[in-house]
């Protein structure tokens, strides 16, 4: 490569991450390192704080000053404004994220624009939200806006995986659905010859980090979801909970996003599809990629994935049903596609065009592939 050809990568992840169980018993702790007394404002809903509490923090530790804030349900500007309201008027030094992935990009928002330090301490291990210096804004309808990025990623991500197996099990498996798409996500720009959200190009260590997202996912996915289900903390758990969380993390901001989540963003669009998880949704979008990159062998082992830990894996799972003549889904797919192609997505890092015509489809071919490799036992299982 020629001098002028020379390329710039960058890394990004968390200044500490700590992941295991009881560790949200440091929280007082990790909260006073933030200066001399320092006051925290503690971002949460209700059941997320009822969650910490049952695994030993106390909102009235003698070595915590916090003011607590109860989050509005939605990662939009108004909500982020809010908490940012309530942070000043609280004098906080520090803001801290309790719950889901909505209310930690809510959080780490507000404390960005504020220029404050932020602790996240995710409840669920749904998204790789957590770790990254990226906040999804969202419309009060539930309509995907705009991508923020941060000057730099969270202080600290503790992740207690006591808290993280009692939560209720979609949500375990929405992460492995978002999570799926980090290894052919990063790939596909890597080939592609595409960028990250930080400008950057994939970085080796970003590239290694979503394959071995990947890797853990096929081999301990299933394990642990069953794990899971029967309430148990196993080897097998704590390592796909690090997949989904940290190494999804740096698999996408140093690695590059492609396709599936831009295919997601289009779902946005119909309201059919708002009942869904994150995750829910990126999952099967890494099957409808695998279909637009001409990979569906890769689609068919995407599928049998979601439908194994019960992820959705066809349109009518997510919620796209053709009417009495198979009509009124095109149109929605369409409408889908047109998003999907939006100049700001990321599916322009694959390195060639896509039509939103291509984009339904990419959909319609991975749902026809569903159900060949699903049988019909399988189809009334779920």
């Known amino acids: 490569m020629a001098e002028t050809e020379r390329r710039t990568a960058t890394i990004a992840m968390p200044l500490r991450y700590r992941q295991g169980p009881g560790v949200i018993r440091e929280l007082p702790d990790i909260v006073a390192g933030f200066g001399k007394s320092p006051r925290a404002l503690l971002a949460a809903t209700a059941g997320g704080l009822r969650r910490i509490e049952e695994h030993g923090f106390r909102l009235d530790d003698r070595r915590l000053r916090a003011e607590l804030v109860e989050f509005g349900?939605?990662?939009?500007?108004?909500?982020?404004?809010?908490?940012?309201r309530e942070a000043e008027r609280a004098g906080a030094d520090v803001v801290v994220g309790i719950g889901g992935g909505k209310l930690l990009d809510a959080a780490k928002s507000a404390a960005y624009r504020l220029n404050l330090p932020?602790?996240?301490?995710?409840?669920?291990?749904?998204s790789d939200a957590p770790c990254s210096a990226l906040s999804v804004i969202y419309d009060e309808?539930?309509?995907?806006?705009?991508?923020?990025?941060?000057?730099?990623?969270?202080?600290?991500?503790?992740?207690?995986?006591?808290?993280?197996?009692?939560?209720p099990i979609?949500?375990?498996?929405?992460?492995?659905?978002?999570?799926?798409?980090?290894?052919?996500?990063?790939?596909?720009?890597l080939r592609g010859g595409g960028?990250?959200?930080?400008?950057?190009?994939?970085?080796?260590?970003?590239?290694?980090?979503?394959?071995?997202c990947g890797r853990i996912l096929a081999e301990d996915g299933v394990r642990a979801y069953r794990d899971a289900e029967r309430g148990e903390l196993t080897d097998a758990f704590e390592r796909v909970v690090e997949a989904n969380t940290l190494l999804s993390g740096i698999g996408f901001e140093s690695g590059g996003l492609?396709?599936?989540?831009?295919?997601?963003?289009?779902l946005t669009e119909l309201p059919e599809c708002h009942g869904l998880?994150?995750?829910?949704?990126?999952?099967?979008?890494?099957?409808?990629?695998?279909?637009?990159?001409?990979e569906p062998d890769e689609a068919v082992r995407f599928l049998r994935f979601c439908r194994e830990i019960r992820l959705p894996a066809s349109l009518a799972d997510i919620g796209l049903a053709a009417g009495p003549n198979g009509g009124g889904i095109r149109s929605r797919l369409l409408l889908a596609g047109e998003r999907a192609i939006a100049p700001e997505e990321t599916i322009?890092?694959?390195?060639?065009?896509?039509?939103?015509?291509?984009?339904?489809?990419a959909f319609e071919e991975t749902d026809r592939l569903a159900r060949l490799v699903i049988s019909p036992a399988e189809r009334t299982e779920a």
Do not use: W
């Open 348 to 361: 322009h890092s694959v390195g060639r065009p896509f039509t939103a015509a291509e984009i339904a489809d």
């Open 195 to 212: 960028r990250t959200i930080l400008g950057a190009y994939p970085s080796r260590l970003g590239t290694a980090a979503a394959e071995l």
């Open 73 to 84: 349900g939605e990662c939009s500007e108004a909500e982020i404004e809010r908490l940012k």
């Open 258 to 266: 492609a396709a599936a989540h831009s295919l997601h963003d289009g």
């Open 118 to 126: 932020v602790v996240i301490v995710p409840t669920i291990a749904a």
């Open 141 to 167: 309808n539930g309509r995907v806006v705009k991508l923020e990025t941060h000057p730099r990623n969270p202080d600290v991500v503790l992740v207690d995986t006591e808290i993280i197996v009692r939560a």
């Open 277 to 294: 998880l994150h995750g829910e949704k990126v999952g099967f979008c890494t099957a409808v990629q695998a279909v637009l990159l001409g």
């Open 170 to 189: 979609r949500y375990l498996a929405a992460g492995m659905g978002d999570a799926l798409a980090t290894a052919p996500e990063a790939l596909a720009c």
